[in-house]
């Protein structure tokens, strides 16, 4: 599997051309806006007005004009998905959509990028680089279902088998901070997997759902095996209680994540219990202990903390540094922020752009009120209603119970807090419900070996940035509260999409194995 | 044609290989050097020693450094691990005898150190200066510091180089005439010679939009220029890893091109032959106006490049296709290619050639001697700590010899330490095949 996989090529960015040939793109994708998502059922593609998603960084801008799907249209998937025939499919006709799919992905690649840009946000290079995520997705399941085998114990005169069933119809519900490839990686798993799906993208991201959904459809997958459902959280909610629906793929928050839990099994009429695929939210830490090299720990964090504002479910939000070098750090720290550049994620030398919608905003500037006092740096915001100000905060100086250490924020503002030492700041960590990922800048090997063993999370970087996992090289999900327990692009992945059945057989036949 | 190079190759090495070593002039030099000798194939233990090297300066005390060299002598695996080092793999090697350790490991890695870095400041080290002045070889400076994440360490750093060229300015002008190293073919040379990196000038380096750290580097390159000027000091530009290339050059060309420094200062930049690209960077350096078009010529350094497995491991974790070559041979042609260019130059440029290789080495004196070119034309550069026994052998044949001779504390220097240990004891490196291959080996043309 390893050997024959290799993860798709990020573009040169720092190559003068290749800068050009995305500007390029987004003038031609600018040249087409407003996109006209289709509400898509049985391959049949409905369109109507009065919704909208905006360019974050230029709300004036329209990215998409649409109509969000009823519940009579995700009834109507429901039903073309139970009696869709792509369960009984080859497996290996599954497999081939996925990999076209990649292959026409790729060839793409420069257009789907401009519109992750200007639908979510999100810089060029972070863009870029869900793209690529997206296509090894593809590549990674495909391969994957392929090698899905289990060998059990055979003796003379019985023959087993494990074999993985289809599920019956999935439902994907997705977030708009990876808008192109979590919801793809989460349908093209249950796909190839043999489960039709019913996709509902995130309210902010329906044009990134609708290109994959076409993607999907254009490289073979059956019309009634993938219906497109743009909608808010009422019709989450319908498919989440739906007693029809199999399985549950989510990413997004704790909240709705706990929600999801609680709401998949009240209705009356269930089938069979659902199986729940849940990639939460975190709440990651940081460590820096007294022999930390500062100058590989401070612009690691900094893009950890502040890539693409914070908005990634794996960003930093708390370091815990070892008292013996919190001042300097907490001075150099100081500095990376303070000239953090704010600005539209279509301009290359952006690095925080504007958050997502003036919800997040109202909510960051919430925490930000909380850390009025205690604030180490801040960045200079841009101008324009969804850009905010950067922040570092000394948690020392903040209440004990303060919600700014415990909640995630999904914006740019990283606490600092000093320890005595690493076991009081593994202590800290593991008081926290979540457990997604966690940092160590440490260079004693024995150390760090203790303080992995001790940390609970699901995702544990040492020396780097904590962010940015990569297919098939560090499976993404979380422990605690973070998630139900699934390793996105890792080698188990997709076994949570299938049903097992064992078969034994009985070959003696008149006493003579035959 | 080629054969007489070659024969002519072969003569100069032999000449420059043949000095006497100065290492009895630096027991600590020669006894480093052994060590280092020691860990040659021994991959395992070399890493856990550089990494231990460079953690040992942020250990808080020797306990603490104890207890790393511990962990990191612990992870060696089936190599041969020194008898010094054996008690540290057992049971006992706790409390004092960590202290008992790490007090030892402090000097040594101080000891280490201080081949290749000339002391903690400029004044610190103008002894060292001017000894090595009188004793026939000029020197270009180099700040060691930590990396620039802020606006106030690139200020600092920026105070950091005016004050040494301050000093270098005053201390140098005492020296007595040294008629090699004071004037070339182009006529004076400035004595005071500093290089400086311009990410540390900078907090904003962002390959992704270069004019943004351009923009910032010139803040201070300005008045860093004016004063070189008005010291009749020399600034050198190191070229560092690919990612900051455009934008230094970006920054070095739109502050040149200003009218005002057209006559002075003296200034240079560096080519590296392991860029896939390198000829057509020395193209662009050569046919660049505000870099070439001046009453004081540039010097152009030619080195291979200090970054090849920083390059290779970027590179390989993005998908991306190497900037550099992927071969020694390779880099090696190609620096003799940008050597004959360089020297073809000379008319408008100041080469200086700064390899520890003998056979570049040979290649770039062989090669003006057949040109016609003098002596003086042409300037070697080395390391300190490196090549310091070429240096002499260079100096022999008559031809200028400059000194590349870092300063700065331990911990901002050891990114520089462990770089220059690598390459010491690095496989493909000439440093340690000479230990091992016959000169003809050694001295075979790369193509
Ligand atoms: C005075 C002076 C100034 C310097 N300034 C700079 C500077 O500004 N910037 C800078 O980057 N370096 C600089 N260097 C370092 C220089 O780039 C080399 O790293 C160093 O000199 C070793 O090269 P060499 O020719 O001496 O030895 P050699 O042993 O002949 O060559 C080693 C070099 O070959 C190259 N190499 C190694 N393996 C491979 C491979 N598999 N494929 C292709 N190439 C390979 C690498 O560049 C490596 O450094 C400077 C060196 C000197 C002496």
Known sequence: ?514 | MEAALETRIRELAEELSRTEPVTWRRPAVALGRRQLGSLDGRPALRSALFRFVDAAPACRGPFDRGAHLRAFVREVDGERVPLALRPLRGPAAVGPLLAAYGLASGPATALLARQFIAGRDVKDATRTLRAMWRHGQAFALDLLGESTVSEAEAQAYFKRCAETLRVLADAAREWPEQPLLDADHHGRLARANLSIKLTALTPLLRPLAPERGAADAARRLWPLLQLARELGAHVHLDMEDYDSRETLLLAFEGVLASEEFREAPSVGVVVQAYLRDADETLERILSSPSLTQRAIPPTIRLVKGAYWDHESVIAGQRGWQAPVWAEKRESDACFERLTRRLIDARDSVRPAIATHNLRSLAHAIAYLERCGGERRELELQVLRGLGDDLAEGISRLGYRVRIYTPIGDLVAGMAYLVRRLLENSSNEGFLLRQRHQSLDELLRPPA
């Open chain 1, 1 to 514: 599997m390893n050997e024959d996989f290799r993860n798709h090529p990020l573009l040169e960015l720092r190559l003068p051309e290749v800068r050009e040939e995305l500007l390029g793109a987004m003038a031609a994708l600018d040249r087409e806006l407003p996109l006209r998502p289709a509400t898509i059922v049985g391959g049949t593609e409905s369109r109507g007005d009065g919704e909208r998603s905006t360019d974050p960084c230029d709300p004036a801008r329209e990215v998409a004009t649409l109509e969000w799907a009823g519940i009579d249209a995700a009834e109507r998937a429901l039903e073309l998905a139970l009696a869709a025939r792509w369960p009984l499919r080859p497996p290996e006709k599954r497999v081939a959509v996925l990999e076209r799919a990649a292959g026409r992905l790729a060839e793409r690649r420069h257009r789907m990028t401009a519109l992750i840009v200007r639908e979510v946000g999100k810089p060029w290079e972070d863009a870029d680089a869900e793209v690529c995520e997206a296509i090894d997705f593809l590549r990674y399941y495909a391969l994957s279902a392929r090698r899905l085998h289990d060998d059990l114990i055979q003796v003379p005169g019985e023959r087993n088998e494990l074999r993985l069933r289809p599920r019956g119809p999935a439902a994907v519900i997705s977030p708009w901070n990876f808008p192109l490839s979590i919801p793809l990686g989460m349908t093209s798993a249950a796909l190839v997997m043999g489960s039709p799906v019913l996709f509902k993208p995130a309210e902010q991201s329906p044009a990134c759902g609708w290109e994959i959904a076409r993607l999907l459809l254009a490289a073979g997958v059956d019309q009634d095996a993938l219906a497109y459902l743009p909608a808010g959280g009422d019709l989450g909610r319908w498919l989440v209680a739906e007693p029809r629906i199999a399985t549950i793929a989510f990413t997004g928050s704790v909240a709705v994540g706990l929600e999801i839990q609680r709401r998949a099994h009240e209705s009356d009429g269930q089938r069979q219990i659902k199986r729940i695929v849940a990639e939460l939210g975190g709440k990651n830490c940081v460590l820096v202990d007294s022999d930390v090299d500062l100058d590989e720990a401070v612009p690691a964090i900094v893009r950890s903390a502040y890539g693409y504002g914070g908005q990634k479910c794996s960003a930093a939000a708390r370091t815990l540094v070892h008292q013996g070098v919190a001042d300097r750090f907490a001075e150099r720290l100081s500095g990376a922020v303070e000239i953090l550049r704010v600005g539209p994620a279509d301009d290359f030398a952006t690095e925080v752009p504007a958050l997502i919608d003036p919800g997040a905003v109202s909510k960051f500037n919430r925490y930000a009120e909380l850390c009025t006092g205690a604030e180490l740096a801040r960045a200079q915001p841009a101008a324009g209603p969804q850009y905010v100000s950067p922040l570092l905060v000394d948690a020392g100086r903040l209440p004990d119970d303060t919600p700014v250490v415990r909640e995630e924020i999904f914006g740019p503002l990283l606490t600092l807090e000093r320890v005595r030492d690493m076991d009081q700041a593994i202590g800290r960590v593991r008081d926290l419900p979540q457990a997604l990922t966690a940092g160590i800048f440490s260079r004693q090997p024995d150390r760090i070996d203790e303080l992995i063993e001790r940390l609970p999370t699901g995702v544990v970087y040492v020396d780097r940035a904590i962010t940015g996992a990569i297919v098939g090289r560090q499976p993404f999900g979380g422990n605690g509260l973070s998630g139900t327990g699934a390793r996105a692009a890792g080698p188990s992945y997709l076994r949570h999409f299938a049903d097992e059945q064992v078969i034994s057989t009985n070959v003696v036949r008149h006493g003579v194995v035959l």
